[in-house]
């Protein structure tokens, strides 16, 4: 129904910036809320931060300052600017959408991951 697509992970060094991207389509009515969540190895995943259609935006305090999410209202893509980014933020990154694919029908959806690797 819904498919989300996700670009710009990879390696880069402590100090340095990434920045995904994440694209929505299919059978889209409205888009609630775009989002990153992240999985490092062992551990539970997380939300990285968030974008409802309003324009509140949410982040993890551990990111705060670092990272920032844009989503263009209207638009079904989000991205994540990553700066300053340290080993700690080694992890799968994921896509999320809570999205409307009738007036009333919602479901979260999810990307595939990007890895995305913080290392000298």
């Known amino acids: 129904q819904v498919q989300l697509v996700e670009s710009g992970g990879g390696l880069v060094q402590p100090g340095g910036s990434l920045r995904l991207s994440c694209a929505a389509s299919?059978?889209?009515?409205?888009?609630?809320?775009m989002g990153w969540y992240r999985q490092a190895p062992g551990k539970e995943r997380e939300l990285v931060a968030s974008?409802?259609?309003?324009?509140?935006?949410n982040y993890a305090d551990s990111v705060k300052g670092r990272f920032t999410i844009s989503k263009i209202n209207g638009a079904q893509s989000v991205h994540l600017q990553m700066n300053n980014l340290k080993p700690e933020d080694t992890a799968v990154y994921y896509c999320?959408?809570?999205?409307?694919?009738?007036?009333?029908?919602?479901?979260?959806?999810w990307g595939p991951g990007t890895q995305v690797t913080v290392s000298s």
């Open positions: 299919g059978s889209i009515f409205s888009i609630n809320a």
């Open positions: 974008a409802n259609a309003g324009g509140a935006t």
């Open positions: 999320n959408t809570r999205t409307y694919v009738t007036p009333t029908n919602w479901g979260d959806y």
